[in-house]
């Protein structure tokens, strides 16, 4: 199996920048699809972002577009997100995901994803 882990997640100003990592290990050789979610509380995980490895192909959440940029570097099996004019809405629990099981063939549907890693905090103040 796929093992994933967040890291980065921290507080910061609104406007300020932070850039998160994921990491994988296990059985990570034939990655093809990475994304990253987001959740608080009492609310519905949100896809922000998704890469396609074998052309760099990305999505973006409206709420993120033009703020936040998603990478990934295949041969180290390593995922990133640059997150850039935070706002305090951008406030959540961070999870990167990888693995398509194309249960819905929507990206941003939870279920349609196989590995998950165990969340970065980050917070924006006002």
């Known amino acids: 199996q796929v093992q994933m882990v967040e890291s980065g997640g921290d507080s910061v100003q609104a406007g300020g920048s932070l850039r998160l990592s994921c990491a994988a290990s296990g059985r990570a050789y034939d990655i093809f699809y990475w994304a990253w979610f987001r959740q608080v509380p009492g609310k519905e995980r949100e896809g922000v972002a998704t890469i396609y490895t074998s052309n760099g192909n990305t999505l973006y959440a409206d709420s993120v577009k033009g703020r936040f940029t998603i990478s990934q570097d295949n041969a180290k099996k390593m995922l990133y997100l640059q997150m850039n004019s935070l706002k305090p809405e951008d406030t959540a629990m961070y999870y990167c995901?990888?693995?398509?099981?194309?249960?819905?063939?929507?990206?941003?549907?939870?279920?349609?994803?196989?590995?998950w890693g165990q969340g970065t905090q980050v917070t924006v103040s006002t």
């Open positions: 995901a990888a693995d398509r099981l194309w249960t819905y063939g929507d990206w941003s549907e939870p279920a349609e994803w196989k590995s």
